[in-house]
């Protein structure tokens, strides 16, 4: 009696416009497609920066997932910047940039990356957050303007690339995952995209058609 092949594995897309994301995806060594997500990303009132990032990471999932119609695992993310419980997001100019550095001079932060993984052949929606404590040094004008100069972090919530110059405007970070900061987790996106049966560690040979890299 022929034995049947194993069916393909569902395709991976990052619901996301972020270098950063595709970056810490590739990592895992497997082909993926991106997509934008269109979405509004104000904050409702009195939404929480936790509840925000949520909401958008599972948001950005499921508006991506509309638009494929075979078997997909679509991962969305987002990150919100908590300072004493006002969202701060990704400033976008220079002068919301100085702003917010200044509000972060000497301050203790918490940035929330939420995940979401959805696949809608099994109606599976799941989601973690991954949060990141960091304590900002006490910061100049001189200085802040030196380095938004240097780096022009405006796409990056908080104003800070951590993973670049950003770095020396810190004084600590307490992490349980140092992707996290960057802005995709990849401890708890690993384990959400094997609950939704895309195993990061088994070999994918399917074509993507807009990957990474």
Same mark, same amino acid.
């Given at each position: 009696?022929?034995?049947?092949?194993? =069916?393909?594995?569902?395709?991976?897309?990052?619901?996301? =416009? /972020?270098?950063?994301?595709?970056?810490?995806?590739?990592?895992?060594?497997?082909?993926?497609?991106?997509?934008?997500?269109?979405?509004?990303?104000?904050?409702?009132?009195?939404?929480?920066?936790?509840?925000?990032?949520?909401?958008?990471?599972?948001?950005?999932?499921?508006?991506?997932?509309?638009?494929?119609?075979?078997?997909?695992?679509?991962?969305? /993310?987002?990150?919100?910047?908590?300072?004493?419980?006002?969202?701060?997001?990704?400033?976008?100019?220079?002068? @919301?940039?100085?702003?917010?550095?200044?509000?972060?001079?000497?301050?203790?932060?918490?940035?929330?990356?939420?995940?979401?993984?959805?696949?809608?052949?099994?109606?599976?929606?799941?989601?973690?957050? /991954?949060?990141?404590?960091?304590?900002?040094?006490?910061?100049?004008?001189?200085?802040?303007?030196?380095?938004?100069?240097?780096?022009?972090?405006?796409?990056?919530?908080?104003?800070?690339?951590?993973?670049?110059?950003?770095?020396?405007?810190?004084?600590?970070?307490?992490?349980?995952?140092?992707? @996290?900061?960057?802005?995709?987790?990849?401890?708890?996106? =690993?384990?959400?995209?094997?609950?939704?049966?895309?195993?990061?560690?088994?070999?994918?040979?399917?074509?993507?058609?807009?990957?990474?890299?």
């Amino acid at each position: 009696m022929p034995v049947s092949a194993p =069916s393909a594995p569902p395709r991976l897309v990052l619901g996301s =416009s /972020s270098p950063y994301r595709r970056e810490l995806l590739a990592r895992l060594g497997q082909p993926f497609d991106t997509r934008s997500p269109d979405v509004d990303e104000t904050p409702q009132p009195g939404e929480t920066p936790l509840a925000l990032a949520c909401r958008l990471a599972e948001l950005k999932a499921r508006v991506v997932a509309q638009g494929f119609e075979d078997d997909v695992v679509v991962i969305g /993310s987002d990150q919100v910047a908590d300072l004493a419980g006002r969202p701060l997001g990704k400033p976008g100019n220079h002068a @919301a940039a100085v702003a917010q550095l200044r509000a972060l001079s000497g301050q203790v932060v918490r940035f929330h990356t939420a995940v979401c993984v959805a696949r809608p052949r099994t109606g599976q929606v799941l989601q973690a957050v /991954s949060s990141v404590t960091v304590e900002f040094r006490v910061l100049s004008d001189e200085l802040i303007e030196t380095y938004l100069q240097r780096e022009q972090p405006y796409d990056c919530a908080g104003s800070a690339k951590c993973e670049g110059l950003g770095i020396v405007l810190l004084e600590r970070i307490d992490s349980t995952d140092p992707t @996290a900061l960057v802005g995709l987790p990849l401890i708890v996106t =690993s384990r959400l995209l094997r609950e939704a049966g895309w195993d990061p560690m088994a070999i994918n040979t399917r074509e993507s058609g807009n990957t990474h890299g």
